[in-house]
């Protein structure tokens, strides 16, 4: 196995291709994996890419070209002649040119279009008709479907013709003329079958699909719920016209995921990578957030302003705002994202608000008890007699640690009801709630912090 991570076998390409050491470099590069050869010529400079990636033979070359972020996609198109863009189109399955169509500028498209065959053309048509998010964007054209009235000897035959067009090959499907999914099976029952048997007798009937329309989310999670390797799509007809494959689905959950982190983030969403984005776009994408998230702190400046006579008689207050603040957003970002994961897993939905609800306060309570309890030994030890800090008497210690378990418990509740009733209202639960908790804790913990020091110290 070679290691790619410490950058030698990069500078080791790099050098082979400056010195014209072709023939190695490919015999070099063929023993890798695709996703690897795309790595190491994501590193090389503008130059240098077109060269190595010439060197590849023509079915590694198109399973690296998927590979490659749209960056070097749209780089190497732009070098290839119309010769070379054909055979990479040629050797590309459908789902995969329509997702290099999605990435590629106007300009670049249209030299995609004019070069794909009109069968190709036909299926990048169908499938870019589907919304966005639909099953429909993910899937391929290209499965195996066989007849009921086959033989397992016919239904080889069937897939030694066409299996080099395929996707994949190891679920068959099979359909009925009007191409309506009546049963499914795997190569592995092939084989274990006698070649005279029918397909409609060993075949399985009860087959899981999903429509074209369904969320793609949705449908990952339906794979990767039953093991699968394929998930047929139907039409509203119920006729089979495409497959979704895991490793599609793996795209689709790394997009989702990228997405609620960045969501989750205050940042709004890019497809390019970290390095490929440029700073006035990285800046586009987090100002908005930022600006809106700073207008709501004002809310705690409000609070803090109103009780600013209270805080000049007990200055030693004030020292525990952050502690108070930074302890309660953390508290409601951790039930927020348990929640927000159980609302994409599909774990979680509406309904079970009162039984998080019920969880939650309970552990609220537990952590509330046990950080106030850590925090008022922490203040009268550490602050009061080894800081010598006078200002922390157990009254006041009291107050800051009361302070804690409700701040605690207010953080939690608001951390795991706000993604639930936002994701009621068909909204992005990671997008909408997590940014906000923080700052409604806030103001909360202060307004918290300041009727308990009212009512304990006298203020």
């Known amino acids: 196995m070679i290691d790619l991570e410490d950058g030698v076998f990069v500078e080791q390409v790099e050098e082979m291709a400056l010195r014209k050491r072709w023939p190695e470099l490919r015999d070099m590069l063929v023993l890798l994996e695709p996703a690897d050869i795309a790595a190491v010529l994501a590193e090389l400079p503008e130059d240098k890419l077109p060269l190595v990636y010439r060197l590849l033979p023509k079915e590694l070359a198109a399973e690296t070209f998927v590979e490659m972020e749209s960056e070097e996609q749209e780089l190497l198109i732009k070098t290839f002649s119309d010769t070379e863009l054909k055979e990479v189109l040629d050797e590309l399955y459908v789902d995969d040119t329509v997702d290099l169509i999605e990435e590629m500028p106007a300009t670049v498209v249209?030299?995609?279009?004019?070069?794909?065959?009109?069968?190709?053309?036909?299926?990048?048509?169908?499938?870019?008709?589907?919304?966005?998010?639909?099953?429909?964007?993910?899937?391929?054209?290209?499965?195996?479907?066989?007849?009921?009235?086959?033989?397992?000897e016919d239904a080889f035959k069937r897939i030694?013709?066409?299996?080099?067009?395929?996707?994949?090959?190891?679920?068959?499907?099979?359909?009925?003329?009007?191409?309506?999914?009546?049963?499914?099976?795997?190569?592995?029952?092939?084989?274990?079958?006698?070649?005279?048997?029918?397909?409609?007798?060993?075949?399985?009937?009860?087959?899981?699909?999903?429509?074209?329309?369904?969320?793609?989310?949705?449908?990952?999670?339906?794979?990767?719920?039953?093991?699968?390797?394929?998930?047929?799509?139907?039409d509203k007809e119920g006729r089979l016209v495409g497959i979704v494959t895991i490793d599609d689905a793996m795209d689709?959950?790394?997009?989702?995921?990228?997405?609620?982190?960045?969501?989750?983030?205050?940042?709004?969403?890019?497809?390019?990578?970290?390095?490929y984005t440029g700073v006035w776009e990285t800046v586009k994408n987090r100002i908005p957030w930022l600006l809106l998230l700073m207008l709501s702190a004002t809310f705690t400046g409000i609070v803090i302003?109103?009780?600013?006579?209270?805080?000049?008689?007990?200055?030693?207050?004030?020292?525990?705002?952050?502690?108070?603040?930074?302890?309660?957003?953390?508290?409601?970002?951790?039930?927020?994202?348990?929640?927000?994961?159980?609302?994409?897993?599909?774990?979680?939905?509406?309904?079970?608000?009162?039984?998080v609800l019920w969880k939650e306060c309970r552990v609220a309570v537990v952590c509330g008890a046990l950080l106030a309890s850590a925090n008022f030994v922490k203040l009268l030890v550490i602050d009061g007699w080894l800081l010598h800090n006078d200002g922390v008497t157990p009254l006041v210690a009291l107050v800051i640690c009361l302070t804690l378990v409700c701040v605690v418990f207010c953080a939690k509740v608001i951390g795991c009801l706000l993604p639930l009733i936002v994701d009621k209202l068909g909204l992005?639960?990671?997008?909408?709630?997590?940014?906000?908790?923080?700052?409604?804790?806030?103001v909360l913990g202060l307004l918290i912090y300041f009727q308990f020091a009212k009512m304990l110290l006298g203020l």
Request: charged share 25%.
């Open 110 to 152: 249209k030299r995609i279009l004019k070069h794909a065959d009109p069968e190709t053309r036909k299926s990048i048509n169908e499938i870019l008709q589907y919304p966005e998010d639909s099953a429909g964007s993910i899937m391929t054209t290209e499965f195996l479907d066989l007849k009921r009235d086959m033989t397992v």
């Open 160 to 234: 030694r013709r066409n299996a080099e067009d395929m996707e994949t090959i190891n679920v068959c499907y099979v359909t009925d003329p009007s191409r309506r999914l009546l049963g499914v099976l795997s190569i592995r029952d092939l084989l274990l079958a006698e070649m005279d048997d029918l397909i409609e007798d060993i075949m399985e009937t009860n087959v899981i699909f999903v429509s074209t329309l369904d969320d793609k989310e949705d449908v990952a999670q339906d794979l990767a719920k039953y093991d699968f390797l394929t998930m047929p799509v139907v």
């Open 252 to 275: 689709v959950i790394e997009e989702e995921a990228t997405e609620d982190i960045e969501a989750m983030a205050a940042m709004a969403h890019t497809d390019k990578p970290y390095l």
């Open 305 to 355: 302003t109103s009780f600013e006579d209270s805080l000049a008689a007990f200055p030693a207050l004030m020292a525990f705002v952050p502690m108070l603040m930074d302890t309660g957003g953390n508290s409601g970002q951790q039930s927020n994202v348990a929640v927000i994961r159980g609302l994409s897993l599909k774990e979680l939905d509406f309904g079970d608000l009162w039984q």
């Open 428 to 442: 992005d639960a990671a997008a909408v709630a997590a940014p906000f908790i923080t700052t409604i804790v806030d």
